[in-house]
């Protein structure tokens, strides 16, 4: 008795590995199973290929997807906004005067990006400042930032 691996049999195993993929948060076996998807179609075009042939493929196949999801793609879906931080992350930032403070109220900076999970933010400063400075977070106080003009 023989057995013989056919294109399907590749197709289907990609494919369950494909849906196993929703139990299983790391997408590695994601790549592993498109791997057997492109054995499966590369098989279909060239029915000649050895089983130990298409297992290298296979292999090797897995490798690359996987290298190139954890080397290329993965760092793209990285949030790189600080929202969720700690104080030490607001501290050091830089950001844009909008309005001044004075007596009545408190100035409003905006962030080139958003920190701690918003890009304008109320502040104190001891400095003279104007629309359009430039300043530096030094310190928190409440919710309000402690600025010096930078």
């Given at each position: 008795?023989?057995?013989?691996?056919?294109?399907?049999?590749?197709?289907?195993?990609?494919?369950?590995?494909?849906?196993?993929?929703?139990?299983?948060?790391?997408?590695?076996?994601?790549?592993?199973?498109?791997?057997?998807?492109?054995?499966?179609?590369?098989?279909?075009?060239?029915?000649?290929?050895?089983?130990?042939?298409?297992?290298?493929?296979?292999?090797?196949?897995?490798?690359?997807?996987?290298?190139?999801?954890?080397?290329?793609?993965?760092?793209?879906?990285?949030?790189?906004?600080?929202?969720?931080?700690?104080?030490?992350?607001?501290?050091?930032?830089?950001?844009?005067?909008?309005?001044?403070?004075?007596?009545?109220?408190?100035g409003t900076l905006r962030f080139p990006a958003p920190v701690l999970?918003?890009?304008?933010?109320?502040?104190?400063?001891?400095?003279?400042?104007?629309?359009?400075?430039?300043?530096?977070?030094?310190?928190?106080?409440?919710?309000?930032?402690?600025?010096?003009?930078?």
């Amino acid at each position: 008795m023989s057995f013989q691996i056919v294109y399907w049999h590749w197709v289907i195993l990609g494919i369950g590995l494909m849906l196993l993929e929703i139990a299983l948060p790391s997408f590695t076996v994601l790549w592993i199973g498109a791997a057997a998807v492109i054995v499966g179609v590369l098989l279909f075009f060239l029915p000649g290929l050895s089983v130990t042939l298409q297992v290298i493929l296979w292999t090797v196949l897995s490798a690359a997807l996987a290298w190139l999801w954890f080397k290329y793609l993965k760092p793209l879906s990285i949030d790189k906004t600080k929202a969720g931080l700690s104080r030490e992350a607001i501290i050091g930032e830089v950001g844009q005067v909008l309005s001044v403070p004075n007596e009545e109220r408190r100035g409003t900076l905006r962030f080139p990006a958003p920190v701690l999970g918003s890009d304008e933010w109320k502040f104190i400063a001891q400095d003279s400042l104007a629309v359009g400075d430039r300043v530096r977070v030094i310190d928190l106080s409440g919710n309000s930032l402690i600025v010096t003009k930078s």
